[in-house]
């Protein structure tokens, strides 16, 4: 018997697939070369200095001690005022947890939801952390397939077929990571009507509801009907649409019950999230949304110009997303797994890009558009001739 070696829950954890390509562009790039970054999983755009004079300001007042576990009654009320007007959700400041991010968020959900032996369902590809965190928490991850022809959406067949009497929960994530699909309100009723029937917790990832294009709407699915509310976790941040990613604020909403279990963890966890963080958090959610309209409207440009050159690409396939700032692109006609693509690519053009297989599907490799024109332009241009080459 090792008395000390590491623990068990370990074991089920996998490395990331992409560590070895982000490390090797890093070295790439501090070796002096162009590297293209098609990878970045953030907007490229700085956080609004409105948001950064209020941080300043929280510091110089001496707003640096600790605060409730739970967030500041300032945002946890603001929060409320944002799901009521853009959600039509309404949620008291005690159904609210402020956390270090939207992955603390859904990670303590899923912590205090799983026993050993629940299964969480989780549609196919999805972003990288959603098993490994049901893992660490005792839980086992069900996957439901998805394709292209359903634009990456499960439908209410393959729920019901992997539902069983040890399902617990569902992550629902809409927009997308990695397809940037966008959920309708007929196809979350559907959802919705299933997990009600069946008594399954639904974990609604959001975090990229307001980077949405072609006139597609965010709907919250705890705003279908009162039954599917009880069983809803909605989580959502502001590292996405204040481009806030290092602020780490994320917060959920839930049932009372869910929220008591979800401080008493965080009290002995983290405690409270950045006392700073939390009054910038609040600068943001006072302000108008012009900064997210105009980094949207941008994203639109830039996929929009990146749909157009990979159009011309005969070796590669994708459906259009309507969300988020990723194009999920099918490469089984290059007859390359997803690590080779993005292996080689990297090595012999510079461009940086994330492979399907750490999402689910070795099969697809992910675009970011969350990058500037004319370097969407470079990495267009020497994948295609790489593709060409390649051919």
Not at 50 to 58: G, M, P, R, T, Y
Not at 109 to 114: E, I, N, S, T, Y
């Amino acid at each position: 018997m090792q008395r000390y070696g590491l623990s068990e829950r370990l074991k089920k954890i996998n490395p990331s697939s992409t560590l070895a390509i982000t490390s090797k562009a890093k070295k790439l790039k501090s070796e002096g070369k162009d590297i293209v970054n098609l990878a970045a999983g953030e907007p490229d755009f700085d956080t609004p200095d409105f948001i950064k004079e209020a941080a300043v300001e929280a510091i110089k007042s001496g707003f640096t001690k600790y605060t409730p576990t739970t967030g500041i009654p300032e945002l946890k009320k603001l929060i409320c005022e944002k799901f009521k007007r853009e959600n039509s959700l309404e949620y008291s400041p005690e159904q609210i947890v402020v956390s270090c991010g939207a992955k603390h968020s859904i990670f303590n959900a899923l912590f205090v939801l799983l026993n050993r032996k629940d299964e969480v369902l989780i549609p196919s590809p999805y972003w990288v952390s959603y098993p490994e965190m049901v893992n660490l928490c005792g839980g086992t991850p069900r996957f439901i397939e998805t394709s292209a022809v359903n634009n990456f959406k499960i439908t209410v067949k393959a729920l019901k077929k992997h539902t069983n009497s040890r399902t617990k929960a569902i992550i629902l994530n809409t927009p997308s990571n990695p397809t940037g699909c966008v959920y309708t309100l007929d196809e979350l009723r559907e959802i919705a009507a299933i997990c009600s029937a069946k008594n399954i917790f639904v974990i609604s990832d959001e975090i990229y509801e307001k980077l949405i294009y072609d006139r597609a709407k965010h709907i919250s699915i705890a705003g279908i009907n009162k039954d599917i509310y009880s069983q809803t976790i909605t989580v959502n941040g502001l590292s996405k649409s204040f481009s806030m990613t290092g602020w780490r604020i994320g917060y959920l909403a839930a049932p009372l019950k869910i929220v008591d279990a979800v401080s008493k963890l965080q009290d002995h966890s983290t405690s409270n999230p950045s006392s700073i963080s939390q009054k910038a958090a609040v600068a943001a959610l006072m302000a108008a949304d012009d900064f997210t309209k105009s980094i949207c409207q941008e994203f639109q440009k830039r996929r929009d110009y990146v749909v157009s050159r990979l159009k011309e690409m005969k070796k590669i396939d994708f459906c259009l997303p309507q969300g988020a700032f990723y194009i999920f692109c099918g490469i089984s006609k290059t007859r390359m797994d997803s690590v080779s693509f993005a292996e080689r690519l990297l090595n012999e053009t510079y461009v940086s890009l994330i492979p399907g297989k750490g999402f689910g599907m070795d099969n697809y490799v992910r675009i970011s558009f969350a990058a500037g024109l004319e370097q969407l332009e470079k990495g267009m241009d020497r994948l295609g001739a790489w593709l060409i080459k390649n051919g």
